[in-house]
């Protein structure tokens, strides 16, 4: 099993749909989760922290299912400029550095 | 503010020529360094950390090594590079270790022909 999986996409969705993502993640001790955001050639920027009692910041709402091993991102009422990838990102073994799922790919079209 | 700087933007090297990138870290004294790659379609490889001056942790034997000789600074080197050693490279700063999210600088696109 992969340290963190998640699917590829593309998610090719509408403005203003909602969309979620899934990840998974192999290492049961792990305790730090977050999701990052790339744009095409750019570096990763933080989008938002992951808690144990899930989170919210605006239109995204993120949940850690710890029993599962298993982490969302949902995106409500999506916007041209969501259009990006998405990297679920988790602790290693020895909680010494991150490792970076693959991302899923978001297209929001008009 | 604390700001992440890192150069050349873009490299184009012939193979077996060497390598020398350069990550710097302004407003923080003390940081966790890292350096990723990422290859063409690829998710980001963690490859080296440090915690602090001369501690330099690798996490994938490579053609590749790091060198941290101030402390906010973190250069990625290769004597010899190779076709393979093409891609994204990302420095990534945190105050402390996994349990804090990274701050990226702007990447160095490296080809090798």
């Known amino acids: 099993r992969k340290e963190v999986e998640q699917d590829p996409g593309p998610f090719n969705v509408p403005e203003g749909a909602t969309v979620a993502f899934n990840c998974t993640y192999s290492?049961?001790?792990?305790?730090?989760f977050f999701w990052y955001r790339q744009d095409c050639r750019k570096e990763p920027k933080l989008l938002m922290s992951?808690?144990?009692s899930g989170n919210e910041d605006g239109r995204f709402t993120a949940q850690l299912n710890r029993a599962s091993q298993y982490i969302s991102l949902l995106i409500r009422d999506s916007k041209l400029s969501d259009s990006a990838t998405y990297l679920c990102v988790v602790n290693n073994q020895a909680g010494t550095a991150l490792i970076f799922g693959k991302g899923t790919t978001l297209s929001v079209s008009s | 503010s604390q700001t992440i700087h890192q150069w050349p933007a873009t490299l184009v090297q012939p193979v077996g020529s060497p390598l020398s990138l350069e990550c710097t870290v302004e407003g923080t004294s003390n940081p966790n360094l890292y350096w990723y790659r990422q290859a063409a379609g690829r998710g980001l490889q963690l490859l080296f950390y440090s915690v602090g001056i001369g501690q330099i942790s690798s996490e994938v034997p490579q053609n590749l090594s790091a060198s941290r000789p101030q402390d906010r600074q973190f250069i990625l080197s290769s004597k010899k590079l190779l076709l393979s050693d093409s891609g994204f490279y990302l420095c990534?700063?945190?105050?402390?270790?996994?349990?804090?999210?990274?701050?990226f600088g702007s990447g160095t696109r490296l080809t090798v022909v």
């Open positions: 290492n049961s001790a792990s305790q730090s």
């Open positions: 990534a700063w945190s105050p402390g270790g996994a349990n804090y999210g990274y701050t």
């Open positions: 992951v808690y144990s």
